[in-house]
């Protein structure tokens, strides 16, 4: 066997060995079609996030790039977002946020109300779903992107995950497209913006970064006392080891140690369950080699 069937055969091998433990998906990062799509009617429905259904398959969507004010508080983790919600937009009050983060919802209702279209490679945004939710973008059926769509209206910001479109605009020009839309209607003064108060916004936000640095700080001081002692290198840590950062369960350190070898901590991105984020919270305890 030559040196090229060689390599053709331990990457056709590796291709098959990653399929069967279900890693092989996350190399697939081509945007997934899926048309003719339906709002399906959820409790749980929002601005940014909601039940959709398209030739059969039933997905929670949570938008790329936008994030609209809540529609209720149930949880603590809902309040402490409708209050940063409420400091963002300079309302007056939490019971504004909420007004409208409904409209926002019954915004959605009325553009979905006709088929559309929803693009994505199937990544985990979290939350409290289920099923779990999954980024995406909806193309409306008038061709029109309902993040931009929203934030243009005033019913959003320009705010979270994002990624190349699938129109072929990428994330950081995508984000400086928004931000344009965003500053447009804080001037028409529309949708949420028609009530936020100018000569506070910048204390309110203000108090905001105040409490997000405390926070960072206080979260930086646990991992810190709860984080292993020494570097752990990726291609020799066992999986106790690897356990014993903050942060990574069971199945996780399985995956990582499933996924070896490792060239770069970069390659952790490869792993099932590894996002950018994570990615960032792991990177400080671990090396490879003598990186």
Known sequence: MNGLSK???????????????GIFPL????????SNARLVNNPSNDGDSFFVESNGKSFHVRLYFVDCPET????????QRVREQTRYFGL?????????GNEAKTFVERILAKPFTVHTVFASALGRSAKGRIYGFITTSDGNDLASLLVKNGFARTYGIGRETPNGI???EMIERLRDLETSAVLK?????SESDPERIAEFRAEQRSEDQELKKLQSQVKKAQSPQGLLDLNTASKEELMSINGISPILAERIVASRPYKTVDGLIKVKGIGPKKLEEIRP???????
Not at 7 to 21: D, E, H, K, N, P
Not at 72 to 79: N, P, R, V
Not at 92 to 100: N, W, Y
Not at 189 to 193: A, D, E, F, Q, S
């Open 72 to 79: 209720s508080i149930s949880f603590k983790s809902d309040a």
């Open 7 to 21: 390599s053709l055969f331990r990457t056709l091998l590796l291709t098959a060995v990653l399929i069967f433990v």
């Open 170 to 172: 990428p994330r950081n």
């Open 92 to 100: 007056s009050d939490a019971a504004r946020t909420i007004h409208f």
């Open 189 to 193: 003064r529309i949708g949420i913006w």
């Open 285 to 291: 305890y671990v090396v490879v080699g003598k990186e």
């Open 27 to 34: 190399y697939a990062t081509d945007l997934q079609m899926f």
